[in-house]
């Protein structure tokens, strides 16, 4: 029998596009940017599907500043992707609200937060607060107390932080300290002297202290705190100046095609039950009336240092020149 | 052969145009693309913006300092394997092949992470073993040194391979006729061996060279904490800090990359011009020397070579996945399959990242097939400059490193499609479609030997005999060349698997490839996961391998690469 080509053609062309159809088609519902661990965005995912078993939760983990360059560029091809944000700090959010690429939403769970944790009109809400302090390698000599310890000749070539450049955190905090009457860009000045170097994010200074490489560095605290917990050798401190603080508000993008799924989350988050979520990973929680997770001080203790959220979002750029300036751009 | 070649009408007529047109797209459309936006940043005055950047200087010698000293280690490693494997009479070369070859076939940033979990303070083996350096020590791999040091690892079986390939064919009667002139062992070799085996060391070392300057797994691991820069690091950074110049700047970039792979290449043109060496007789070279006593000395060198290349930096990541924290040392108190746990239960990405993986490199792998079985017939029987023209064509995406061919792709689909308004940026298409373009010469290359053996008597017959085009490619071509098309879906499905460099910059919310899941765990600090998942990314691509060492007895000679 004679194969009509005709006929073959086709089924070819079927087997092709069959096989192109083997790639799955990623039904998500809803898509998250977020700046937390792995883990922890998958937890926090995991949580929030149990508690609404028809949404579909799809993820995407990366510092801040790289998540914001990909939703960048993804709103320039015209194809962003993300329908809500849980990223280190205000700032970055208030930056994406008057660019209007936010959507508001009045939270019922609203009421239960410091007026000063959300917006007012309903663009972002604050979920936790993570402090940036000190963490030091047990075997370190020199046990330092304030940030102007890590100045000294004993912490020569030993200290490592968060670059900003790639963490929220880490910009946030270095705007803070440097308002810092005393410390200032002289910190910074005299760090870099000091042999202290900027590079990668958080998890980046985590690994580095905890493996030995430097003893001491500038982190955000539930990592070490955490960490500590399953045996590695570190400590975390709260220097006495101060410690920085961002909050990690989640908000909505105004693009989104499943509004209502992404207000379900901003909900979730900030519910009880999405505050202990956050509470049981070692985070300190925003809302009101609840406790603070295992191995923090008494959070009246905990000194956090002011920021004025208008400046830092005018001098982000300058900041992050001046930073690159000291440290190099990475 | 050539008596039966003929320039009649017995292929279709739309078979030729069809493999233009896939080459037109796949091929031509984004390295036009690239070449036209970096033209438009000569035009505003761009480029001297980028080339005024002294970072874009420092990456282009770390580049090619980088790259250099990893071709003199790729090449060092490589010949050793290459002569005592193909020339002597050692002993377990086939298991000795298999280990060498099984590097390259590794994710380059499963490598760096192992090596670093091997080396320095932190490293939970060196901590087990109570011999890791003091607190403070910097970790000796995060150097220009270091990362030399992996490139020439990760890319030594390829020297081995292409030098491999050019001893095979080497005359046993000018060795034998040497030697019964009473020549030396050490005079044979570095009179009759070593000359005619240059155009494959230099091949090697021109492979190698340019697969370094593309790689960008290793300096993005060990180069970013040391702020040593490579040009496809830089332009990783580049895409992290996104402006409305970045397109421009990465164009000009990846430029820089190719015109340095380019550069190794035409000297490779240059050294291998007038080293044509026609060789007449009976070649293969088995065991053209006895090893004699040296065995004792060469059998346990390559062994523990293989011992430091391997082993011990798969015995570090494995240390790494069982330990509860980084920075604990492992014991069998301490020990715990968390990690794994995590990583295979709970983490979504994994899963995610599994099935794009999988089913990338599976669709890329098939898709290539059907249309490198009608490519390899036209281009097989056809024979003309225009067929010449079309193969070097499928040939330069290949050469060129990946990251140039993800940015062209960047180039030509970061706005909507015109008239469909379809978006592929931040699709999964748009990574399959860099990879059809980037793996179409792997895939090519065993199904064109395989119709270079093919005796066209055969199709003949049933041509003659009234079978169209599609009958005769059925019970005809595709039985024969069959062990030879698996062996290319194996080779493009494994290779496609293991890759980072461009889905690095082309991945989105759900579409992580297990590359980018490996890097971005890495990135988040959680190193316990990320070596979990390295392991069994490492421990998948053994099984593979396996797999094509099994079918490797039916398939033609030199389709499964690391078997003669």
Redesign the interface.
């Known amino acids: 029998m004679?194969?009509p080509?005709m006929k073959?053609?086709v089924s070819?062309a079927a087997?092709?596009a069959a096989?192109?159809l083997?790639?799955?088609a990623?039904a998500?519902n809803l898509?998250?940017?977020t700046s937390q661990?792995?883990?922890d965005a998958?937890a926090t995912?995991?949580g929030f599907m149990a508690a609404n078993p028809d949404i579909n939760v799809?993820?995407?983990?990366?510092?801040t500043?790289?998540i914001m360059?990909?939703l960048?560029?993804?709103i320039?091809?015209?194809?962003p992707?993300?329908d809500v944000l849980l990223i280190a700090d205000m700032v970055t959010l208030e930056r994406l609200k008057e660019d209007g690429k936010l959507l508001a939403y009045k939270s019922p769970e609203a009421g239960q937060y410091d007026a000063t944790l959300y917006d007012a009109d309903g663009y972002y809400y604050s979920t936790k607060l993570i402090t940036t302090g000190i963490m030091y390698?047990t075997?370190?000599g020199m046990k330092p107390a304030s940030w102007k310890d890590l100045t000294k000749p004993e912490a020569k070539?030993?200290v490592t932080m968060p670059s900003p450049?790639?963490s929220g955190a880490a910009l946030i905090h270095a705007q803070t300290l440097t308002a810092v009457p005393g410390l200032g860009w002289d910190f910074y000045k005299s760090l870099a002297e000091n042999g202290a170097?900027a590079?990668?994010?958080?998890?980046?200074v985590?690994?580095?202290v905890?493996?030995?490489?430097?003893?001491y560095g500038m982190v955000v605290d539930y990592?070490p705190i955490r960490?500590k917990a399953?045996?590695?050798?570190?400590e975390f401190v709260f220097p006495s100046e101060g410690v920085s603080a961002v909050t990690e508000p989640v908000g909505i993008l105004a693009s989104t095609k499943n509004a209502d799924a992404a207000k379900k989350f901003v909900d979730y988050v900030l519910s009880e039950k999405g505050q202990e979520g956050f509470l049981k990973l070692g985070y300190i929680p925003a809302r009101n009336g609840m406790k603070l997770p295992e191995g923090f001080p008494s959070r009246d203790t905990i000194k956090v240092l002011p920021i004025k959220a208008a400046d830092a979002l005018k001098n982000t750029d300058q900041d992050l020149k001046t930073f690159s300036g000291l440290y190099?751009?990475? | 052969m050539h008596g039966y070649v003929r320039t009649g009408n017995s292929q279709?007529a739309w078979l030729f145009p069809f493999v233009v047109i896939t080459v037109l797209i796949l091929s031509v459309l984004p390295l036009a693309r690239l070449a036209m936006v970096g033209i438009a940043a000569f035009a505003n005055g761009g480029v001297l913006t980028v080339l005024g950047d002294p970072?874009v200087w420092s990456a282009t010698y770390y580049t090619i300092v980088t790259a250099l000293f990893g071709t003199i280690i790729s090449l060092v490693i490589g010949c050793l394997f290459a002569f005592l494997l193909t020339l002597t009479d050692i002993t377990g070369k086939g298991l000795l092949s298999f280990f060498f070859v099984l590097p390259m076939m590794i994710p380059p940033q499963v490598t760096a992470l192992a090596w670093v979990q091997m080396s320095?303070?932190?490293s939970p083996l060196l901590k087990a073993l109570s011999i890791?350096p003091?607190?403070?020590?910097?970790?000796p791999l995060y150097s220009v040194g270091g990362i030399a040091l992996l490139y020439g690892v990760q890319h030594a079986p390829l020297v081995y391979l292409a030098l491999r390939a050019g001893l095979m064919t080497l005359p046993r009667d000018g060795v034998e006729a040497a030697r019964l002139s009473g020549a030396s062992s050490l005079r044979v070799f570095r009179d009759i061996i070593l000359p005619l085996s240059l155009p494959g060391i230099i091949a090697g070392a021109a492979i190698s060279f340019v697969s370094c300057t593309g790689n960008f797994g290793i300096p993005a691991i060990l180069g970013?904490?040391?702020?040593i820069?490579t040009l496809p690091t830089l332009i990783f950074?580049k895409?992290?800090?996104?402006t409305?110049r970045?397109f421009g700047d990465v164009a000009v970039l990846s430029g820089i990359i190719a015109m340095i792979s380019v550069a190794g290449l035409m000297i490779q043109d240059r050294a291998l011009r007038g080293r044509d060496y026609r060789i007449i007789g009976l070649s293969g070279a088995s065991a053209a020397f006895e090893l004699g006593a040296w065995r004792f000395a060469f059998t346990p060198l390559l062994w523990a070579i293989l011992f430091f290349m391997l082993a011990a930096p798969f015995s570090a990541l494995v240390a790494g996945a069982l330990v509860?924290?980084?920075?604990?040392p492992l014991t069998f108190k301490?020990m715990s399959l968390h990690a794994f746990e995590?990583i295979l239960f709970?983490?979504?990405?994994t899963r995610?990242a599994f099935?794009?993986s999988l089913?990338?490199a599976?669709?890329t792998a098939?898709?290539l097939l059907?249309v490198t079985v009608l490519a390899a017939y036209a281009l097989t029987r056809r024979r003309d400059a225009a067929s010449r023209i079309v193969s070097s064509l499928i040939e330069i995406p290949y050469s060129l490193p990946g990251i140039v061919m993800a940015v062209s792709f960047i180039l030509v689909?970061?706005?909507?499609i015109p008239f469909l308004h379809i978006?592929l940026?931040?699709?999964?298409?748009i990574i399959?479609i860099a990879y059809l373009s980037s793996f179409f010469a792997v895939s090519l290359k065993p199904v064109v030997s395989a119709f270079h053996q093919l005796d066209p008597a055969l199709e003949e017959a049933a041509r003659l005999s009234?079978?169209?085009?599609?009958?005769r490619l059925?019970d005809i071509i595709v039985p024969l060349i069959a062990p030879a098309a698996g062996a290319s879906v194996i080779l493009v499905f494994l290779i496609a698997c293991n890759e980072l460099t461009i889905s690095a910059l082309l991945w989105?919310?759900?579409?992580?490839t297990l590359g980018v899941a490996i890097y971005?765990?890495d990135?988040?600090?959680?190193?316990d996961?990320t070596s979990a998942l390295s392991v069994l990314v490492v421990l998948m691509v053994v099984v593979m391998m396996l797999l094509l060492e099994f079918l490797a007895k039916r398939l033609p000679k030199g389709v499964v690469p690391w078997r003669s």
């Open positions: 004679r194969i080509p073959t053609i070819a087997l092709l096989s192109f083997a790639v799955p990623l998500a898509v998250l940017y661990p792995n883990e998958q995912v995991d799809d993820w995407v983990r990366d510092g500043p790289k360059a990909k960048q560029a993804e320039q091809a015209g194809n992707v993300a390698n075997s370190a070539g030993l450049l790639a170097i590079a990668g994010g958080n998890g980046a985590l690994k580095s905890a493996s030995g490489e430097k003893a990592l960490e399953k045996g590695a050798p570190v190099g751009s990475n | 279709p970072s320095g303070p932190s890791a003091p607190l403070g020590s910097p970790q970013i904490p040391a702020s820069f950074t895409f992290s800090a996104f409305s970045t509860p924290a980084y920075g604990v301490t995590e709970r983490q979504a990405v995610t099935v794009n089913s990338l599976a669709a098939i898709c059907t689909f970061a706005a909507p978006s940026y931040g699709t999964i298409w399959l009234g079978a169209g085009f599609f009958r059925f989105s919310a759900g579409t992580q971005n765990l990135d988040s600090g959680s190193s996961l």
